[in-house]
């Protein structure tokens, strides 16, 4: 490869994001922990990155564009969501394709969400455990009574699936105080 730089283990580095840590110089490094490997961005093409990064979010709000908004079948919705992440995808993949390979990169701290919770207080993560079970009851009592939903058994099963996802949030965070 003719983009290959060899990391050196005593470069300060900072994380920043899942997967994406800043180093001394301030470029960031974006490591796919599967492959062993770090790509080093630019400092020019920062935000297309961070852009490609959010292709999934992009994809379900394309599907809810279409559906919600234009009123379009369920099946072209969800085909025009997965054209547009097909299409992110691959231009992400393309992008990391131009960038320098950082290779014998290895994170000096992995994070992960409870350990990076325990830096915050505990107010902070009681409002997010009262937010997240709040939006949980308030879906399903949504769901119970709103004649448009009950009558549509799918939106009745994705307001439980969002439930119990919100709920688990709750659960993660309460958690979190629990193991300080």
Do not use: W
């Amino acid at each position: 490869m003719k983009n290959r730089l060899i990391y050196n283990r005593t470069m300060k580095q900072d994380r920043i994001g899942n997967r994406i840590y800043r180093d001394k110089k301030g470029y960031l490094i974006y490591y796919i922990p599967k492959r062993k490997i770090g790509y080093q961005i630019r400092k020019d093409q920062e935000k297309v990155f961070k852009t490609y990064r959010q292709r999934l979010s992009i994809a379900f709000v394309t599907f809810i564009f279409f559906f919600l908004l234009l009123k379009v079948n369920i099946y072209l919705s969800l085909f025009a969501a997965f054209a547009v992440y097909a299409l992110l995808e691959y231009r992400f993949r393309k992008l990391l394709n131009t960038f320098t390979r950082v290779t014998n990169f290895t994170p000096e701290h992995i994070h992960t969400n409870l350990n990076t919770m325990k830096d915050e207080t505990v107010s902070k993560i009681g409002l997010r455990i009262l937010l997240y079970a709040t939006l949980s009851i308030l879906i399903i009592v949504n769901s119970c009574t709103n004649e448009a939903i009950r009558s549509n058994s799918l939106a009745v099963y994705a307001s439980y699936g969002i439930s119990a996802v919100s709920a688990l949030f709750a659960v993660k965070y309460f958690l979190a105080i629990i193991k300080r």
